[in-house]
């Protein structure tokens, strides 16, 4: 859809159904300099820094820890699935009640968790920030509100906050939050999903609102 709204720019679209920051930023750099980006967009939705401390979802992934002087890649190459299954059907399930109750204690007592999150997804931003730089083009990064954060505006505005908190410090970063967009839209009487993924509109605000900011902030020409 943006591609139609800046006829004028080549859009190249490598988003990829439940990647977290850490797959991105390897895809980032084994494909993003094939094309001479000038600019390259992320498009940062909150459920995406959940991802970046699990090397399962869906199927086996990798992911990257800090090491206290840089991001180290673990878990790659990934298993496959034949050896995931064989693990699953090995492990004594009392292996799986005690990862559960672990989790829920460490989520309830301890904020270690989160902590551990929003660090690693810092992390893996700044490096993709230098990955972009090295190609001689600009990074820019959109909150994306999701369904559950328009449902509930607060919700959405504590998870904003993170993205404009860490461009806050990083004045270099271009960031812009399509929230705002979405919320005047919505008192203007239009309708988004409350549940799963956007529909037609939603993905439409969402090209509109990149198109703005990117032609206002000069990283493309208006037609």
């Given at each position: 859809m943006l591609r139609e709204l800046l006829p004028d720019v080549d859009v190249i679209n490598l988003g990829v159904h439940g990647y977290g920051h850490d797959q991105m930023l390897i895809y980032l750099n084994e494909e993003g300099g094939k094309y001479h980006p000038d600019v390259v967009l992320l498009g940062f939705i909150r459920d995406d820094m959940d991802r970046n401390v699990l090397t399962f979802r869906d199927f086996a992934k990798p992911r990257f820890v800090w090491s206290g002087s840089g991001l180290v890649l673990e878990n790659s190459p990934v298993p496959t699935p034949q050896a995931v299954e064989l693990w699953d059907w090995l492990r004594p399930r009392s292996y799986d009640v005690y990862r559960l109750v672990e989790k829920r204690i460490r989520n309830r007592f301890f904020v270690s968790s989160q902590r551990e999150v929003e660090e690693i997804t810092a992390h893996l931003l700044d490096r993709m920030t230098e990955a972009i730089r090295s190609m001689n083009a600009q990074p820019v990064f959109a909150f994306l509100p999701t369904s559950k954060e328009l449902a509930d505006e607060k919700l959405g505005s504590e998870h904003e906050q993170y993205l404009m908190r860490y461009c806050a410090d990083r004045p270099?970063?271009?960031?812009?939050?399509l929230l705002p967009t979405f919320l005047a839209r919505m008192r203007q009487g239009v309708s988004y999903n409350r549940q799963g993924h956007w529909s037609a509109i939603?993905?439409?605000?969402?090209?509109?609102?990149?198109r703005d900011y990117l032609v206002a902030h000069h990283h493309v020409a208006a037609r």
């Open positions: 270099a970063t271009a960031c812009v939050s939603g993905h439409r605000t969402v090209a509109e609102g990149i």
